[in-house]
């Protein structure tokens, strides 16, 4: 969700305005993916990196995050939304944590879309952090790496029992993932938009959902093989 700041800067406001007018386009979006039957949606909203940045300015992220937690856990129910935050909340203040435990059990028996926050989350973070809890749990790979492959890695990863992404959007006119999910995206179509995220609205979905069905997804394989099985196979 890229471009909050320069939507701002470019009307000649502060930036956390435009992280205010984000959270705006985040509801619009949810909303959106609900209507559409979208089932998963994870959205990066605050990543290892940020924390470079300016002081005042990830103060207002933090409030903003903890305000919105406490306000939209109630839109969340009555859409039948369940929040997944994944990533190292322990960085975060007690508050916030406390925050994020509540709206996730608040909203653990939804069922229509499951929105997962990526927050103090990296995709190297992720791997690294699961190699940790794999050699942790099973001790026997240090001896014997042979058994450490895919299926035995994905479990411990952030985003354990949730499919790969099918689609890959990022706003603001930047073209690179920005350490989003990086084991996830292997197989994953991307998108790119020249919108500013607060100008990301349901029409903006459209295009970039409507971009991803004109793709082919071979996973490896020739068109001709593609064209033999059925659609949702790989």
């Known amino acids: 969700m890229d471009g909050n700041g320069r939507w701002a800067t470019r009307r000649f406001l502060p930036r956390t305005v435009g992280h205010h007018k984000g959270l705006d386009a985040v509801r619009t979006t949810v909303e959106a993916c609900v209507q559409r039957g979208v089932e998963y949606l994870t959205l990066f909203a605050f990543s290892s990196e940020n924390w470079r940045r300016p002081e005042?300015?990830?103060?207002?992220?933090?409030?903003?995050?903890?305000?919105?937690?406490?306000?939209?856990?109630?839109?969340?129910?009555?859409?039948?939304?369940?929040?997944?935050?994944?990533?190292?909340?322990?960085?975060?203040?007690?508050?916030?944590?406390?925050?994020?435990?509540?709206?996730?059990?608040?909203?653990?028996?939804?069922g229509k879309l499951v929105l997962t926050i990526a927050a103090n989350y990296g995709g190297r973070w992720d791997i690294t952090q699961a190699m940790r809890r794999l050699l942790a749990e099973r001790p026997e790979c240090l001896t014997r790496p042979e058994l450490i492959d895919d299926a035995a890695l994905e479990p411990f990863l952030a985003t354990a029992g949730m499919p790969e992404p099918d689609l890959f959007i990022r706003t603001g006119g930047e073209q690179r993932i920005s350490n989003f999910l990086l084991w996830q995206l292997a197989y994953t179509?991307?998108?790119?938009?020249?919108?500013?995220?607060?100008?990301?609205?349901?029409?903006?979905?459209?295009?970039?959902?409507?971009?991803?069905?004109?793709?082919?997804?071979?996973f490896g394989r020739t068109s001709a093989q593609v064209a033999a099985v059925a659609p949702q196979s790989r």
């Open 56 to 110: 005042e300015e990830v103060s207002v992220l933090m409030t903003l995050f903890v305000s919105a937690l406490e306000r939209e856990v109630g839109r969340l129910i009555r859409n039948g939304v369940r929040l997944k935050v994944i990533g190292d909340v322990s960085a975060f203040n007690p508050v916030l944590q406390t925050a994020i435990r509540e709206a996730e059990a608040r909203t653990a028996d939804n």
């Open 189 to 218: 179509e991307l998108y790119f938009s020249e919108d500013f995220w607060p100008d990301f609205d349901a029409a903006a979905l459209d295009r970039a959902i409507a971009s991803f069905g004109e793709r082919e997804r071979r």
